[in-house]
């Protein structure tokens, strides 16, 4: 079970980065916004990029959680850009900080983590060999973590779902291709 306090200075950080980029906010900020003080603050987090790390996992648990198994590729897309969609202007803080990289890595477990559900499903007990299926995995990863972070790079000004949505669309029957292919070469 997670203190109280410990929340607290969570979501103290999470209303600061709304307010203001990453490089503005020091332990005292977060400490007196949730009325906690600083010996609370380390006794729970070495320093502010580890309260970071600590969020980004957190909300990508959370999101993953509420959204349950994705069904199909749309959906994978659109759950990791949830967390940048819910908090827009914090992530853009976060995109543009020097602690970026946490960022990146806590999108990526996230990518991976909805196409593994996504490919339970989808995939299933298909018969292709598990270095395939894992280049299957690995490639939609990327896909997913590539056009979000494009989307946050070009300063989130698009519909990302309706992308998401359209390429689908343009990419409809690729993996069962890939499948396929899989198959034959297992033959």
Known sequence: MTSPAKEAVKASFLRLLEERPL???TVKDI???CGVNRNTFYYHFKDIPSLLEELV??????II?????AASLADCLETAARFAQEHRQAVLHISQSAHRDLFERGLLDVCRRVVEDYAAAAIGSVPIPPPDRAVIIRFYQCE??????????????????????????????MTERMLR???????
Do not use: S
């Open 23 to 25: 490089r503005e906010i």
């Open 31 to 33: 400490v007196q916004h």
């Open 57 to 62: 996992m957190d909300e990508a648990d959370r």
């Open 65 to 69: 959680a509420a959204q349950g198994p």
């Open 144 to 173: 997913c973590f590539g056009q979000i972070m494009a989307w946050l790079n070009d300063g989130m000004r698009y519909d990302v779902g309706q992308q998401f949505r359209r390429l689908c669309y343009l990419g409809e029957g």
């Open 181 to 187: 292919r899989a198959m034959e070469a297992e033959a």
